[in-house]
């Protein structure tokens, strides 16, 4: 499944007696963020939607439509703010994990890159990268 990789969904921010914001996700009642100023708290609600979305893409799960925010009643305590996820991004930040493929070349380009003492894996990463980035 192909996915949108940048998103927006509501969030509701309600202030603690303590300080500080508590966050939830009407669209994901299990994702919960804190923050203790309002910088950190949306970084922190970024953070949360991000590594979640990030992993239902992994795992191929159906993600909600995000809930219209007109249709939300926060507690008096309480305002709604949108929160935007890039998981493309996300996902080139975090995702440091490698792998191993297997590349065929004829022979006379692998004696002419050897020659030249060209990394092959760092210029297929390179190239791959400079490509989906035009394209992304």
Do not use: C
Request: aromatic share 14%; proline share 6%.
């Amino acid at each position: 499944m192909k996915y949108a990789m940048q998103y927006v969904y509501p969030a509701l921010f309600a202030q603690k007696k303590e300080g500080g914001y508590a966050i939830e996700f009407p669209d994901f009642p299990w994702l919960h963020a804190k923050g203790k100023t309002w910088t950190t708290a949306f970084a922190a609600a970024e953070e949360a939607l991000n590594r979640w979305l990030w992993h239902a893409e992994e795992e191929g799960k159906t993600l909600p439509r995000p809930t219209n925010p007109a249709a939300l009643t926060p507690a008096a305590d309480a305002f709604i703010s949108l929160i935007k996820a890039d998981t493309w991004e996300y996902r080139k930040k975090h995702d440091t994990r490698t792998i191993d493929r297997m590349i065929t070349l004829p022979k006379w380009l692998d004696t002419m890159g050897q020659e030249r003492a060209i990394n092959y894996s760092m210029l297929l990463q390179s190239t791959l990268m400079e490509m989906f980035h035009h394209n992304h």
